[in-house]
């Protein structure tokens, strides 16, 4: 089954999840041709493994707390903090606290 994304002009609600965020999981936004955006849901301890992406990123935590760890060194976010990774950076994620997180990717075309 395929997951329905939103269409041009449709609303996305990227508020805190606030007490259903135990019971919700990651989910992606929408996704065009040059850019893809999710909804990083991750509980206390979860990490996704390093990695990288051909394309430019932001990762915004919404909130929680999570730690990115970007080329061994430690960047920690709080609710309300955004950073930005160039294309091809190896990053990995763990969630310090239940977290959620706005994640856009730009797409390599």
Not at 8 to 34: M, N, W, Y
Not at 59 to 65: A, Y
């Amino acid at each position: 089954m395929a997951i329905p994304h939103a269409s041009s002009g449709h609303l996305i609600d990227v508020r805190p999840l606030g007490s259903r965020l135990p019971t919700e999981r990651s989910t992606a936004l929408f996704k065009s041709e040059q850019l893809e955006v999710m909804r990083l849901v991750l509980p206390a301890g979860k990490s996704l493994p390093p990695h990288s992406v051909p394309g430019e990123i932001t990762v915004q935590c919404i909130e929680g707390r999570i730690d990115v760890t970007i080329d061994g060194q430690s960047r920690p976010l709080e609710a309300g903090q955004m950073l930005f990774l160039s294309p091809g950076v190896m990053h990995g994620v763990v969630a310090v606290q239940d977290s959620s997180a706005l994640v856009t990717i730009v797409l390599a075309g």
